[in-house]
C-alpha cells in the first residue's frame, strides 16, 4: 500500500479517535458545571504528555540515532539539529498565532486580541498542540519500519480519545452548546492527518534529512509537552494524580514499543 495512503489513513485514525472522544459531550448531564471534572481533564493531559514523551524518545529520536550510523553521519548530529530546531519551529509557531491556553484567566485574553472568543483562541492552541503529532505519525512512518510508526499512530490515538472529551467538556462549561462543543473539541485534530501527509509527501523527496526529520518531530511535541500539556495538568490540586496519568501514559507507550 501507498506510503501517502497509510498516513492519510492513520492520520484519519487519530483525529476519528479525537472525534469519539469529544463526542461523549453528548451524553454528560445538561449543563456541565463551570469546573467540570477537574480531577479527569488533568489526569487526561498527564496521560498525553507521558505518551508524547515515550514517543518522541523511542519512535522519534532513537530511530534518528539508528538511521544517522547507517548514512554515516555523526550520531548526535541529526538527533540534536533536529530537535532543537522543531523546538524553534513550535515557538516561531506558538509565539504568531494568537491563542490561550486551557485554563487561562480571561484577562488574559485582552493582550492577545479582545475581539476572538476565548474558545477560538483555546481552539487555535489545541490546534498547534495536534500539529506535531499528525507530522510525527507521517515522519515515523516514512522511516521504513512501518510497525513502529503504526505503534506510534496507535499510541497518539490512544490519547486523543480522553483529550478529546477534556476538550468538549470544557467548551461546554464554557456556555457552548453540546453540537458546537463537539465541533470544536474534534476539529482541531484536523491537522493531524494534513500533517501526516506532508511528512511523507516531503521525505519522499528528501529522504537524505530523514534522520533530522525523526528528531525535529521529536522537538516539537516535547515543546508542546513541556509548554502547554505539564503546565495545564499542573495548575490544580491534582498534581499527583498528573505526575502519575503521565507515568502511565509513558510505560504505556514504552511498553507498546518494546514489544513489538
Not at 107 to 136: C, D, R, W, Y
Request: charged share 15%; glycine share 6%; net charge neutral.
Amino acid at each position: 500500500m501507498n506510503l501517502v495512503l497509510i498516513s492519510l489513513i492513520s492520520g484519519i485514525f487519530t483525529w476519528s479517535l479525537t472525534a469519539l472522544g469529544s463526542s461523549v459531550v453528548f451524553l454528560s448531564k445538561n449543563p456541565i458545571s463551570k469546573n467540570p471534572k477537574r480531577k479527569f481533564i488533568d489526569a487526561s493531559l498527564g496521560f498525553s504528555a507521558g505518551i508524547m514523551l515515550a514517543a518522541s524518545i523511542f519512535s522519534l529520536l532513537l530511530p534518528s540515532i539508528e538511521l544517522a550510523e547507517i548514512y554515516k553521519l555523526p550520531r548526535w548530529l541529526p538527533s540534536a539539529s533536529g530537535f532543537l530546531l522543531g523546538a524553534i519551529f513550535l515557538t516561531i509557531i506558538d509565539n504568531l498565532a494568537p491563542h490561550l491556553h486551557i485554563f487561562e484567566p480571561e484577562t488574559k485574553q485582552e493582550g492577545i486580541k479582545s475581539n476572538i472568543k476565548k474558545p477560538v483562541l483555546v481552539f487555535l492552541a489545541m490546534t498547534i498542540h495536534n500539529f506535531p503529532e499528525g507530522l510525527a505519525c507521517g515522519v515515523s512512518l516514512a522511516s521504513g519500519d512501518l510497525v513502529n510508526g503504526l505503534i506510534l499512530v496507535l499510541s497518539i490515538g490512544i490519547q486523543n480519545f480522553p483529550e478529546g472529551m477534556a476538550i468538549s467538556f470544557l467548551f461546554n462549561a464554557e456556555g457552548m452548546k453540546k453540537s458546537k462543543s463537539f465541533y470544536y473539541g474534534h476539529i482541531s485534530a484536523i491537522v493531524e492527518p494534513i500533517g501526516a501527509v506532508l511528512a511523507v509527501l516531503l521525505l519522499s523527496i528528501f529522504k537524505k534529512i530523514l534522520p533530522y526529520a525523526l528528531s525535529f518531530a521529536a522537538g516539537a511535541m516535547i515543546y508542546v509537552v513541556v509548554e502547554e500539556l505539564i503546565p495545564e495538568s499542573q495548575k490544580a490540586e491534582n498534581t499527583n494524580l498528573a505526575t502519575f496519568s503521565l507515568i502511565a501514559g509513558f510505560i504505556l507507550m514504552m511498553i507498546l514499543d518494546l514489544l513489538f
